[in-house]
């Protein structure tokens, strides 16, 4: 199992972003995903999730309104679309895959800073 994320990067307040999360090594169309996030000093915090078919979402109270996931699963692929980004949005955001053993990703860094 593998999952890679990228898209992070330095963005202004206000600005968009839109990661991306690889994945491989297992049947990502049978598997609910999660984007993660932690910021320094914080422990890490759920931000979205997508069910296999990615009928349904959820999303923290934080990120509600401004965050979209989704996904691609003829790409192996899940995205977290992020606008309207906030100082307080800063962290490595990490995807995970659910089931009884969970996998992490490396983690993309996003500052969000003028």
């Known amino acids: 199992v593998q999952l890679v994320e990228s898209g992070g990067g330095l963005v202004q307040p206000g600005g968009s972003l839109r990661l991306s999360c690889a994945a491989s090594?297992?049947?990502?169309?049978?598997?609910?995903m999660s984007w993660y996030r932690q910021a320094p000093g914080k422990e890490r915090e759920l931000v979205a999730t997508?069910?296999?078919?990615?009928?349904?979402?959820n999303y923290a109270d934080s990120v509600k309104g401004r965050f979209t996931i989704s996904r691609d699963n003829a790409k192996n692929t899940v995205y977290l679309q992020m606008n309207s980004l906030k100082p307080e949005d800063t962290a490595v955001y990490f995807c995970k895959r659910s089931g009884i053993t969970p996998y992490w990703g490396q983690g993309t860094q996003v500052t969000v800073s003028s």
């Open positions: 090594g297992f049947t990502f169309s049978s598997y609910g």
């Open positions: 997508i069910t296999s078919a990615g009928g349904v979402t």
